[in-house]
């Protein structure tokens, strides 16, 4: 039985479980697979702690919780400071360097991306940095295939809106750097 | 037994609560009341969408009491009535739960718990309302209540709750919790005509003096308004016509006793739970979302040697005390996992402590479900 763990976390607002709900539709809808996602938030609107954990499995997922999650995806400093020492032995991170500036030196699978100014600069969505995040994911690790990813994210954005979170989603991917 | 006349279906991944809104569709639900409340807020709101292009109704009350109060009236006005809500909404409920035993109106109610008491922590699940939805109004009588542990069983148990509401004529209460009410999961909603539905059975002689509307331990058709039968119902001691009787001793015993007997004389039919500890030297006793981690503890357990099985209780009132006492006469240990202070505990030990060794575990913080290496911690204590 394979049984990834995935912890994502930022601030209110940054689109964290929005991330995290996209992962596991890619999962369960397009690769076949099982997904069990959970969230939580703190009760501001923006600014405040937001997180989401994702289990992919194979089979249907007996326990529902992450403890020590195998992949971290960080969009803040806090998502470090909350987080990042409960990431499994060998467990790699993938921060977002516009809002991170220090991480531990127990953490050693390091993947960095400009996930904020990508999405601020280049393509003129600043709310996009979540799936320039999922971009740079897809390229680190196996989770979920490319394919499904893209789809889900396509069925999950406003309409009107695929073809920018499209640009934001391979930036990420193209630009990921590290371990 | 009828067919559903809607499914939504397909393989989803998606909320518990939506899961249950869907389920209520799916169960005929063409009504209901509530009033937001965190974690219970997306089944109203995806409800007050939805409901309409059913034919349904989406009441928005004032509160939590005339919620309750609405779908008494709508059940009695013919829908199939749901109103949904977390601990503090259920507390208000209380009374008009009664009311609804008392008038043997069937009617679901969904309880998304958190974390109290009070207002405790809205977003954080925790099984601390198990007994107060059992006990909490006053008088003596029997509840039904389902545990489900996942999303899809968020849906196949909101669709279980309307049949057994309909078939014996009670409230019944689906006891889900603000972890998989927020939980994303698949979920397989079937076509509709693969999900069955039992039908309310109504009367046709319009004089109630010449039918049996209450009391009845077989269920009695319920004389729903609007189909001009005529019809009394009151809260107070009644008759087995509804009529009001307040000095015959008999009446008074039939009034508080026949309801419950309608339930515990169904017990076999209601009760539904399942085992998987043949030859084990312990079982983890548990209910709702817990058994999720009991069932990953046992798999630790069992790899390493240790023979450790599961009961989980998915009705848990009527309370499974069959189950319970099986579970004794077979196995040395019963370890009971709750999430809260052990409210089924003293419940599970008054039916297993003459014949097993029963011990309780909380989770290391109360809100979030055991972590199984906990429990494996424990059942090695036990076995030591």
Known sequence: MTRTELTIAGLGGQGSILAGMMLGKAAVAYDGKFATHTQAYSSELRGGFAAAWVIIADEPVEYPRVIHPDILVAQAQDSIDRFASSLKPGGILIMDTDMISNIPESVNGVFRIPATSIARNEVNEPVTANIVMLGALCKCTDLVSRIALEAAIQEMVPKGKTEKNMDAFRLGYERVKGA | ?384
Not at chain 2, 43 to 69: H, S, W
Not at chain 2, 188 to 195: C, G, R, S
Not at chain 2, 288 to 309: F, K
Not at chain 2, 321 to 346: H, T
Request: proline content about 6%; glycine content about 8%; overall charge negative.
């Open chain 2, 1 to 384: 037994m009828i067919k559903a006349r809607t499914a939504l279906a397909g393989t989803h991944f998606d909320m518990g609560n939506w899961a249950c809104a869907e389920g209520a569709i799916a169960a005929g639900c063409n009504f209901v009341a509530g009033y937001p409340i965190t974690p219970a807020s997306e089944v109203a709101n995806y409800m007050a969408k939805r409901l309409p292009q059913v034919g349904g109704i989406f009441l928005q009350t004032e509160d939590e009491i005339a919620a309750i109060c609405s779908v008494i009236g709508a059940s009695w006005a013919g829908c199939r009535a749901l109103t949904v809500t977390s601990g503090p909404g259920i507390s208000l409920m209380q009374e008009n739960i009664g009311f609804a035993v008392s008038t043997e109106t069937p009617i679901v109610i969904i309880d998304v718990q958190r974390l109290g008491p009070s207002t405790g922590v809205p977003s954080i699940g925790m099984a601390g309302d198990i007994v107060q939805v059992a006990r909490g109004s006053h008088g003596d009588y029997q509840i039904i209540a389902l545990c489900p542990e996942s999303p899809q069983e968020m849906f196949d148990l909101t669709i279980r709750a309307f049949n057994i509401a309909e078939t014996y004529r009670v409230p019944v209460f689906l006891m889900a919790d603000g972890f998989i009410g927020h939980m994303r999961e698949q979920i397989i909603i079937p076509p509709a005509d693969q999900i069955d539905l039992v039908e309310r059975r109504v009367p046709t002689v319009a004089d109630p003096m010449k039918r049996q509307d209450f009391l009845d331990i077989g269920v009695a058709p319920m004389p729903v308004f609007g189909k001009g039968l005529q019809a009394h119902v009151t809260s107070s001691c009644h008759d087995e016509h509804g009529m009001r009787n307040l000095t015959e001793p008999a009446v008074m015993h039939r009034y508080v006793m026949n309801p419950i007997q309608k339930i515990l004389t169904h017990r076999d039919q209601i009760v539904e739970v399942r085992e998987d500890y043949v030859n084990a030297d312990l079982v983890l006793v548990t209910y709702g979302t817990v058994s999720r981690s009991a069932r990953a503890a046992a798999r630790l357990a069992r790899n390493q040697g240790l023979r450790v099985g599961t009961l989980r209780l998915i009705t848990c009132w009527p309370f499974p005390e069959e189950a319970i006492r099986k579970a004794a006469s077979r196995v040395n240990n019963l370890l009971v996992l709750e999430n809260n202070s052990g409210q089924l505990y003293p419940y599970i030990r008054a039916e297993a402590a003459h014949a097993s060794r029963v011990e309780f575990l909380g989770p290391q913080f109360l809100g979030q479900i055991h972590d199984p290496n906990a429990i494996l911690e424990k059942v090695k204590e036990m076995l030591a």
